[in-house]
């Protein structure tokens, strides 16, 4: 009689197939450089930033040590609990001590998670007096304004129609957000119309802009450079299309940047009374005043 040939995987393969797996991905994470050290977030242009990747990365290596447990503890049961005769192995009906371990465990984590949590949004929240810039950014559709306060001049957007055609130079078309570097940089945001979303995603925060309501949040930018910003909430037919540039400039070409709106006629504010609602009451004192120079 001939033998049947054992299709069960041989003992080196269940022995080192997990651990050559993850060397695998070990390796080829650690050729995607930086991009992976942050978790493939953008680089951060804010001190806040910062905060965001580690807590991103902290987040995912405790989830990765949870299912590599959980997985070990799967396969250990699948090979040491394998069926080696017709007699069925003990029955228990329940373990106090893996009940606690598997009920408290995770209740720890939870907290853990969430405290930690709380404590990056109150940084990213967080509001400094006298900021070095003030900027009401009004989302309406479908672009942007942005009223500098203290300065008291403005730039006006238009919905970057163009995109739909083609048709090159749509980035220098856009509205854009010019601040200095190392600076305080506090926005107020309002919206015209519908609710929207302020978002650079390389500030790693956003915040949405709801009709009748102030939100308001302050960043620190660290490096110079052009960066792209966008709407996060869908808010209609050309939601795709609301974009805007954000650039980060040393303080004497900002200052420059200023006169130059100045010279255009861009002085002044494009207030509240363009937007389609009004500023609810409570909410008003949180609208800035222009203070001049």
């Known amino acids: 009689m001939r033998r049947r040939k054992d299709s069960r995987p041989s003992v080196v393969g269940q022995r080192w197939g997990l651990p050559a797996a993850m060397v695998g991905v070990a390796l080829l994470l650690a050729g995607c450089g930086e991009s992976a050290a942050r978790g493939y977030l953008p680089e951060p242009v804010t001190e806040a930033g910062h905060d965001v990747v580690f807590f991103w990365n902290a987040t995912w290596i405790a989830a990765l040590a949870v299912g590599v447990l959980v997985w070990g503890l799967i396969l250990w049961c699948l090979f040491a609990y394998r069926k080696k005769n017709d007699e069925l192995p003990t029955q228990f009906r329940y373990h106090v001590p893996l009940e606690i371990l598997y009920t408290i465990v995770p209740i720890l984590m939870v907290a853990a998670l969430f405290g930690k949590t709380v404590e990056v949004q109150n940084t990213l929240l967080e509001r400094q007096d006298n900021p070095d810039v003030v900027v009401n950014v009004a989302g309406k559709k479908w672009s942007w304004d942005f009223n ?62 709801v009709p009748g309501r102030v939100n308001i949040f302050q960043v620190t930018t660290t490096e110079e450079g052009t960066f792209d910003g966008k709407c996060a909430e869908l808010c209609g037919a050309y939601h795709s299309e609301m974009l805007f540039n954000v650039q980060v400039v040393s303080q004497e070409e900002y200052d420059q940047h200023i006169e130059d709106l100045r010279a255009a006629g861009n002085t002044g504010q494009l207030g509240l009374e363009l937007d389609q609602y009004e500023l609810q009451p409570d909410q008003r004192d949180k609208f800035p005043e222009p203070s001049g120079r």
């Open 148 to 209: 500098y306060i203290n300065e008291d001049v403005y730039i006006a957007g238009v919905q970057a129609a163009t995109l739909n055609d083609g048709l090159e130079g749509v980035p220098e078309t856009l509205p854009t957000l010019v601040l200095p570097v190392d600076s305080r940089v506090e926005f107020v945001l309002t919206s015209r119309d519908v609710i929207h979303s302020f978002w650079v995603p390389q500030f790693l925060q956003k915040l949405d802009m």
